[in-house]
């Protein structure tokens, strides 16, 4: 088959950082030739790119693996071959247990190994069952730095500035599967924020596990942090809005609180979880923060951007968690205004410290709790959403909706806005007046003012 015939399917699960790293194994394989396709059926190569984060993630792969080994034996069958992958932070924790329990994988690669994919490929051709874990983040930033954009890009595109964590909460696998925290250079940021605009895209969410750690190196050799960072993209042509995720209240500094205040393209939103209300779960999870700083923190922030949405994450159930504990989280969803959250129960992931603990809170008392605390979560998103009724605001068209002569785009406080609109509007801002509220979205009609 002539190289340009190759064909790859990469499938994500899991976060932003999986999303933005999937589009760049794309670029990384389009540059060896291969096309990208829309289904793992009409693929030469099938990458599975995994998270690590949520509840029987690895289970959740051994099975999709099942349906693929009878694709990979049909193929075969038909005289072609097809080499599957595992890719991502459970590659990186079980690599060589996934070699062993499934025999069709060809190859695994961690997350900070994707960059060799084209040398992966050659070598399974050759007979080689390749598994890439060990970690070089400045030789993948590096290798991928200089490879092009190529997957098809909307409005609004992800960035990764920085990878890794060294804060090493007790219940979490991201220091073992991403290593420690390293930010990328200015100028390389800078360039692919270039690259991006140039195909259109006009909002960046810059990525990073711990983003607001960033320390990355300008060009003159000094060190920036994210806040400065910031103010230089938004002077990137294109570049109109500008979000991050996800951060650290420990590393919530006062050069990006003030980037909040002064900067306009930042947009009014800020994912910054807790994880619980409770200093002593704080204390056990090794967060490093107390409840009243974290309260405080928020203040801070809602004094320079009061119209701020503010986004979190809560895990229920944590070792020792006691029904004290659970009310300090309820108590702390009205003291802190959430506007939207991510919740789950707490589930060991194997080699973190609260894994061994021996005070594990049986899962019906979690699940029970964690009912709770969504019925909470979801009323207080409904309270701020339905108090945008009656604002004006300016949304980022992006996409057609599900109706004819329906446009979707995207609000300051990230909620999708469905309005009346042509398909000729889409990469544009508009002023849009917002007139009713869903569960998940809201609806307005254009104002006649265009914004951009």
Known sequence: MSPRHRTV??????????????ERMTDALAADG???????????????????????????????????????????????QVMVGVAGCVAQAEGAEIARRAPIVDFVVGPQA?????????????????????????????????????????????????EGCDKFCTFCVVPYTRGAEVSRPVSAIVAEAEALAATGVRELTLLGQNVNALTSEAPDGSVWGLGRLLFRL????????????????????DALIAA?????????????PVQSGSDRILAAMNRRHTRAEYLTLIERIRSVRPDIALAGDFIVGFPG????DFADTLRIVDEAGYASAYSFKYSPRPGT?????????????????????QALLEQRQRDFIRARVGETVDVLFERAGRHAGQIVGRSPWLWPVQVSGDSSMLGGIARVRIDDAGANSLFGSLDGRAAA
């Open 260 to 272: 909040h205040r002064d900067l306009p393209a930042l947009m009014p939103y800020l994912h910054l």
């Open 9 to 22: 399917f990469v499938r994500t699960y899991g976060c932003q950082m999986n999303v933005y790293d999937s």
């Open 321 to 324: 968690e006691t029904e004290d």
């Open 234 to 253: 938004a002077e990137v042509s294109g570049i109109e809005r500008l979000r991050y995720t996800t951060s650290h209240p420990r590393d919530m500094d």
């Open 34 to 80: 291969y096309a990208s396709v829309a289904s793992a059926d009409e693929a030469d190569v099938i990458v599975l790119n995994t998270c690590h984060i949520r509840e029987k993630a690895a289970e959740k792969v051994y099975s999709e693996l099942g349906r693929l080994r009878r694709l990979k034996e049909a193929a075969a069958d038909e005289g072609r």
């Open 114 to 162: 994707y960059q060799r994919l084209p040398d992966v490929l050659a070598r399974v051709k050759a007979g080689a069952r390749p598994i890439e874990t060990d970690f070089d983040v400045k030789e993948k930033f590096a290798k991928l730095d200089r490879a092009p954009h190529t997957a098809p890009r909307r409005v609004a595109a992800f960035l990764t500035v920085q």
């Open 353 to 373: 410290p609260a894994a061994t603990s021996a005070d594990q809170v049986p899962e019906p008392v979690k699940a029970e709790r964690l009912q709770r605390l």
